[in-house]
Structures are given as structure tokens and as C-alpha cells.
């Protein structure tokens, strides 16, 4: 399934991902934010378990910033996983 994520208090606005039917992330796209750091983050998620990403990427803060680009795109997955993102796509 395809989802959609507004992220907040990051300077990319936007996570796109999508999860097969083993909770496999598939297809993972920011729109904004740092775009060489996003991509490997991209790379480094796709065919990877939500579960083990959320547990790597929960927590990590982008300088005086509570949350970071990873952290909500842990968000983002555990919504998912637990059936309460804000948009299916």
C-alpha cells in the first residue's frame, strides 16, 4: 500500500513510501529537505523491514531540532504499521 506522510518541524515537507504485505519498504521519496542525505536514506530503508527501520531511525534529531528527517520518517512507518497514517495514496 501507497502512503502519503507531512512531516513536521523538518525542512522537508513530505515523506511518499510504500509497504507490500510483509511490511517491506518499497519506493521511498522526501519532497524537501537535504537532498543528498534523504537519498541515502532512501537507498538505505527500500527492501527493508518497517519494523528494523523504525527501531535505526526513531530518535534521531537534526541538530537543535527535536525530530530529523529519519525520525519522522519512523513516524511516518509506525502509523502505518499500526494502521493510522494520515493518507493512503
Do not use: W
Amino acid at each position: 500500500m501507497r502512503y502519503s506522510y507531512e512531516t513536521r518541524g523538518t525542512c522537508s515537507i513530505q515523506i511518499d513510501f510504500e509497504l507490500d504485505e510483509q511490511d517491506i519498504i518499497k519506493d521511498v521519496s522526501f519532497i524537501g529537505g537535504c537532498d543528498g542525505n534523504l537519498q541515502a536514506v532512501c537507498r538505505l530503508v527500500n527492501g527493508m523491514k518497517a519494523v528494523d527501520a523504525i527501531k535505526k531511525l526513531r530518535g534521531i534529531r537534526c541538530g537543535y531540532k527535536n525530530t530529523s528527517c529519519p525520525d519522522q520518517l519512523a513516524i511516518a512507518l509506525a502509523q502505518a504499521v499500526d494502521g493510522n497514517n494520515e493518507k493512503q495514496i
